[in-house]
């Protein structure tokens, strides 16, 4: 069964530090997909980035970047220099084969509270 | 372009009552979710719809759970005798995807109705 793990479930940084929240995913299928969604405080996720299982190469959205590794099934993502407008839960998400079923019903994982202090 | 929209925001409601909410999907998005996320998790996912057709349940939605998107527009779900265990946010969200197609299109969601169950 595919399953979606994100061991920090708190992270304090101070402003204009950079900061990796970590994503380590499972499934049985070659074929997926990998999301990050964000989570203000009013509460609606918000899409970030959708990455294929085919495509390995890192991606990079302003102070965003995002580091997916087959090798150790990790899907990681940087904010460089954070900023206090960051503060948010961070979710990571899989899609695969199996829950296509659900024409790509997402599988969560419990996602990262980050908070930037000024 | 407006994005999903979901009503009411908030419901409080008294353990055995019925509850309904709605969800209006982004107008030219053909597929439909459900999730319900409780407090300090991820969102699991409850249902999903093709148009009109509800395609998938997940064991999650008991029997007292009902959902409905009658012509393929918006959507509601209904729970019957709520229970305390039922409090949460459930959360709506649309995609693009064509009928019997494979993808895997990234999920818009809406603010959410977060239910309290007294």
Known sequence: AQ?????????????KEDVTLDCVYETRDTTYYLFWYKQPPS??????IRRNSFDEQNEISGRYSWNFQKSTSSFNFTITASQVVDSAVYFCALSDRHSNNAGNMLTFGGGTRLMVKP | DTGVSQDPRHKITKRGQNVTFRCDPISEHN?????????GQGPEFLTYFQNEAQLEKSRLLSDRFSAERPKG???????????QGDSAMYLCASSSGLAGVVSYNEQFFGPGTRLTVL
């Open chain 1, 3 to 15: 399953k979606v793990t994100q061991a920090q479930t708190e992270i304090s940084v101070v402003e």
């Open chain 1, 43 to 48: 509460g609606e996720l918000v899409f970030l």
């Open chain 2, 31 to 39: 597929r439909l979710y459900w999730y319900r996320q409780t407090l």
């Open chain 2, 73 to 83: 527009s918006f959507s509601t779900l209904e729970i019957q005798r709520t229970e």
